[in-house]
């Protein structure tokens, strides 16, 4: 960033990306990505993930080898 503005700019940019980000609800890709061990998901998406176990405990095998679901 040659300048002020433009980090000015980036910054808002950020900002805005933040707000449209709801994480007051489960989302299907950071679902899967709890699945899979990642770091990037919230509380909510953490209680979507043991719901889906609890339904079915074999969902958890199937999210880590998606060879075994086709």
């Known amino acids: 960033m040659g300048n002020d503005s433009e980090a000015s700019a980036a910054y808002e940019s950020a900002d805005v990306l933040r707000n449209r980000i709801d994480t007051t609800r489960a989302h299907p ?14 509380p909510v998406d953490r209680d979507a993930a043991a719901a889906a176990l609890a339904a079915d405990p074999v969902y958890g095998m199937v999210a880590r080898k998606p060879s075994l679901g086709a």
């Open 29 to 42: 890709a950071r679902d899967y990505e709890v699945f899979l061990g990642g770091r990037d998901n919230h």
